[in-house]
């Protein structure tokens, strides 16, 4: 099992920036590849982005390019969002998930290849 805790979510103006956090508890962390998704009212919960386990290879949706930036420290077993450029279409439930890999520079960007989840933390960009 491993259990994940978000935090670092709240209340921004547009422009503004955020930093989210994910602490992982329970199984070696770094065996787990490690994607943020987000979901917002009425919405189907979508890919934001993913890191491999070594943190070598990452990927993003294509509308937060540029904007945001995905890393993870190993040793602190924590996987983080920087969110800069912050766009009201960014407010949303964010949440982290963890999915074990036996390849240090795989990714994963489908919801259902993942194996745990967080509780999430909001999102509120105002305009």
């Known amino acids: 099992q491993v259990q994940l805790v978000e935090s670092g979510g709240g209340l921004v103006q547009a422009g503004g920036s955020l930093r989210l956090s994910c602490a992982a508890s329970?199984?070696?962390?770094?065996?787990?590849?490690m994607g943020w998704f987000r979901q917002a009212p009425g919405k189907e919960r979508e890919f934001v982005a993913t890191?491999?386990?070594?943190?070598?290879?990452?990927y993003y949706q294509d509308s937060v390019k540029g904007r945001f930036t995905i890393s993870r420290d190993n040793a602190k077993n924590t996987v983080y969002l920087q969110l800069n450029s912050l766009k009201p279409e960014d407010t949303a439930v964010y949440y982290c998930?963890?999915?074990?890999?036996?390849?240090?520079?795989?990714?994963?960007?489908?919801?259902?290849?993942?194996?745990?989840w967080g509780q999430g933390t909001q999102v509120t960009v105002s305009s």
């Open positions: 998930a963890a999915k074990f890999a036996s390849y240090s520079g795989s990714y994963y960007y489908k919801r259902d290849q993942y194996d745990y």
């Open positions: 890191i491999s386990w070594s943190g070598s290879r990452s």
């Open positions: 329970g199984r070696t962390f770094s065996s787990y590849a």
